[in-house]
């Protein structure tokens, strides 16, 4: 109730008299394009937890949701409708928005937004159900060589990490297989996996972190340029000979429309990488199974920057 | 029986506290137009953070139960659905409240409410390995043919004829594809950015229901000075008792349907009440009443929406997968307290699981006292003249439009369907199918997309959705019912000549 009463008070007062001096001095809110129990959503409210804290931003950041069209609705309206006063943040999921406006249809671009702060970094990762017959990615390259255009497997959606991964798994390893866009995210595709409706799928490595905990799936490789922490018995698809970078990672983190005062922006993003850096965030995500990855303002922006060159390099073809 | 061991978890001073604090606070939230299940227990996630996992869980179950239990209120004395689930309450609850049974229907409702909530824990407590392989077998054709049987209960909807219940039907699927469409990203139908999000379910259900009844409450206070006053009438709390057992029929489909469209994923709690309600007007030798405020209805429609929540969280618990929005928010819940649920969660942490489900079944039971108390105020909200009345609802509906996502374009679209909807009326159709056809179109459409696209690497669509017992079945069950519904409404025109 009190998140909705201090969004509710934000909507209601006026704009006048804002001076970034006293920045913040109302209630911050941050937009996730992804629906209220979803990964970006759960990620967001913890690193956002010490936020209220006076040596932090010194004011509370309450989450709303837009969700729709794996993110494409959010991010549109957070290009178009946000005020650009710092009082509105978003969160930010790469490769998902670059590649969503290399394929066009939607009134954003990388330059659209101004990065704050990455918060965390979730590579995609091939699965198969626990009774597959497929044991690592050279079983699914032999069976997908085999029956061009039948292996079924699973994602997110179009133009998402987990689609990217796609693209470049077949790309490497030349070969044609039916990837599959769910709806409903990463629990939808993961369902289809668990269930036996497709043999295999992309997913999240947090999400496959759980899953596999959980007895219900095979992890057979990470789209990352290094093995991950939570998996370190995983290879990554470069150890399988597979030519695939870490352009799939998902990268989040937050950032505010193009427009917003640069002072507001300096100030942000000194503070955020901090409350990010804070020990009841770090203890939060771990317990998650969420890799934290947190980089400065810089860092990101040079990130975007490469990602837009790869990404249209790899969607030019399609 | 692992459960009664747990019991003394939940009846320590905190845990109780929690237990009726969340309830009281679930009904209340779940009365408010606006407040679903899904955004209540949202709002309640940040809080568990400060509470241990056992607390926080409690809170999060007590809140879940007693929403959904809530939203009837509002159905039953405003005809405003508090949630999609609650839409077939209001067909039959607020007749009866404009009758002066409005203490009657609340009674009734939170009965069924409680009994089928039981039923539907109890199946989550001694069924759930079963269960969880029953919630996979539904793959993309057998939830897409399950939509379709949503889409042929339309026809037989509150509507006087077939004809104009599904017409509505399709006024609502039509809205659905509104917006971005989810898998190809493509626009449909955005002819202002406002609408690029589509149209959002829940502002959608207040504009419906809510502002026809608005503007006929206004209009009324303008020309008709003697505006006739809804009464409540006390009505014993033991007779209600008693009605609901004798309308054990009712209680029964609605318990049953509601418990088997909550456990399979993706189509979750919102139209267990219907399909109840229209399964048990069919077997029911009274048809003619439903709708006009007969009980059988609101305890069918009340049943079903309770006994959903148990099931709904078998694949949740056993297999991480959410089958609902609200599951979905609960997922986080438990994650952030780093409990994964899987197989081995009832073994890994029976201490936080066993004390969270039990206090499932204590808040079913809290949740009908209280909310029985709730009702004894009926009377006091049908004391408000009807053009204070019109001024509250108005508010509430606005405010529950801007709530959802904090956008005044919600609320825009809320009034613009309701106009629409005024209209309508007037013509003889109805909100209800209109609104089921809302969240059936994407059901039906993302399902059919899936799958088709699976079955191009197969065999082909031919054979991935008309083969196989599970696809023939529920192809037959969606066939038998829209036989039924033009049969019955064949021989009623012919009675009637």
């Given amino acids: ?318 | 029986m692992e459960f009664l061991f747990h019991f003394g978890e939940v009846f320590t001073l905190t845990s109780m506290l929690l237990l009726i604090g969340g309830t009281i606070g679930g009904l209340i939230l779940g009365a408010t137009p606006g407040l679903s299940p899904t955004m209540a227990v949202a709002l309640l996630i940040p809080f568990t953070f400060q509470l241990e996992a056992v607390h926080g869980l409690i809170l999060l179950g007590a809140a879940y139960t007693s929403t959904v239990a809530g939203g009837a209120v509002s159905a039953i004395l405003l005809k405003i659905p508090g949630a999609p689930a609650n839409i077939a309450t209001t067909l039959d609850g607020h007749t009866m409240a404009k009758k002066g049974q409005g203490a009657r229907a609340l009674q009734l409702s939170f009965i069924a409410s409680l009994f089928g909530g039981l039923f539907g824990v109890f199946l989550l407590i001694f069924l759930t390995p079963v269960l969880a392989q029953w919630a996979l077998a539904f793959s993309y054709s057998h939830t897409f043919w399950l939509a379709i049987i949503g889409v042929a209960v339309i026809g037989s909807l509150e509507s006087s004829s077939v004809v104009k219940g599904l017409l509505s039907g399709c006024i609502g699927m039509w809205l659905a594809t509104i917006g971005f469409d989810d898998i190809q990203g493509a626009k449909r139908f955005v002819f202002h950015p406002a609408l690029s999000g589509g149209i959002n379910i829940i502002p959608a259900l207040i504009g419906l229901f809510a502002i026809p009844q608005v503007i006929s409450m206004f209009a009324k206070g303008r020309f008709d000075t003697s505006v006739e006053q809804i009464t409540v009438e006390k009505h014993p709390i033991g007779e209600a008792f008693r009605e609901v057992f004798r309308r054990f029929r009712a209680l029964g489909v609605g318990t049953v349907v509601g418990s088997i469209i909550g456990l399979i994923p993706g189509v979750g709690g919102q139209i267990a009440g219907l399909v109840a309600y229209d399964q048990s007007k069919k077997f029911s030798p009274e048809k003619a009443k439903f709708g006009t405020g007969h009980s059988e209805g609101v305890i069918a429609a009340e049943s079903a929406n309770n006994a959903m929540v148990g099931p709904s969280l078998v694949p949740l618990l056993t297999l991480s997968i959410p089958g609902s929005p609200t599951a979905a928010v609960l997922l986080g819940g438990l994650i952030i307290h780093g409990i994964f649920p899987g197989p081995k969660l009832f073994d890994t942490y029976p201490e936080v699981i066993w004390p969270f489900i039990n206090s499932m079944l204590l808040g079913q039971i809290l949740m009908c006292v209280f909310g029985i108390y709730i009702a004894s105020f009926a009377a006091r909200v049908a004391q408000v003249p009807q053009s204070v009345m019109a001024a509250i609802v108005l508010g509430l509906a606005v405010y529950g439009s801007f709530a959802v996502q904090q956008s005044m374009n919600d609320v825009y679209v809320m009034a613009a369907l309701g106009a629409m909807m005024f209209f309508l009326e007037r013509f003889g159709f109805s909100a209800a199918p209109l609104v089921l056809g809302l969240i059936l179109g994407p059901i039906a459409e993302s399902n059919f997309v899936t799958g088709n696209q699976i079955s191009l690497a197969q065999d082909g669509p031919a054979v991935y959705f008309l083969t196989g017992t599970l696809n023939l079945t529920l192809i037959a069950i969606a066939v038998v019912s829209i036989g039924y519904s033009l049969w019955s409404e064949i021989s009623a025109r012919r009675a009637a000549s």
Wanted: no cysteine.
């Fill in chain 1, 1 to 318: 109730m009190k998140k909705l009463l201090a969004a509710l008070a934000i909507s209601l007062m006026s704009f006048g008299g804002m001076a970034a001096a006293d920045y913040p001095d109302r209630p911050v809110l941050l937009m996730v394009s992804y629906g209220a129990g979803g990964a970006t959503d759960f990620q967001a409210r913890i690193v956002t937890i010490p936020a209220g804290n006076e040596d932090q931003l010194g004011m509370p950041i309450a989450i709303i949701n837009k969700p729709g069209a794996g993110g494409r609705v959010g991010w549109n309206w957070f290009a178009t409708e946000a005020e650009a006063d710092g009082y509105t943040l978003g969160a930010y999921n790469i490769p998902h928005f670059i590649a969503q406006s290399i394929k066009g249809g939607v009134d954003y671009s990388k330059d659209s937004f101004e990065p704050i702060a990455n918060w965390g970094a979730d590579p995609a990762v091939f699965i198969v159900g626990k009774d597959s017959a497929f044991n690592s990615m050279a079983d699914v390259v032999a069976y997908a060589k085999e029956n061009p255009g039948k292996l079924t497997f699973s994602g997110a959606g179009l133009f998402v990490g987990h689609h990217i991964a796609a693209l470049q798994i077949e790309k490497a390893a030349g070969v044609k297989m039916a990837y599959i866009p769910t709806k409903g995210g990463g629990a939808a595709a993961m369902k289809a996996v668990i269930a036996g409706d497709v043999l295999g799928g992309v997913n999240n490595l947090s999400d496959a972190f759980r899953a596999r905990e959980a007895g219900n799936i095979k992890i057979l490789g990470v789209a990352d340029l290094e093995r991950n922490e939570f998996l370190p018995d995983v290879p990554t698809m470069k150890e399988q000979g597979l030519d695939v970078d870490n352009s799939s990672v998902n990268f989040r983190g937050i950032m505010v429309p193009k427009g917003t005062p640069q002072e507001i922006i300096d100030n942000l993003a000194a503070v955020v990488p901090k409350m990010f850096e804070h020990k009841r965030v770090k203890q939060r995500m771990k317990a998650g199974g969420s890799p934290l990855h947190i980089m400065t303002r810089d860092e990101v922006l040079a990130m975007w920057e490469a990602r837009q060159k790869t990404l249209e390099e790899l969607l030019a073809g399609l």
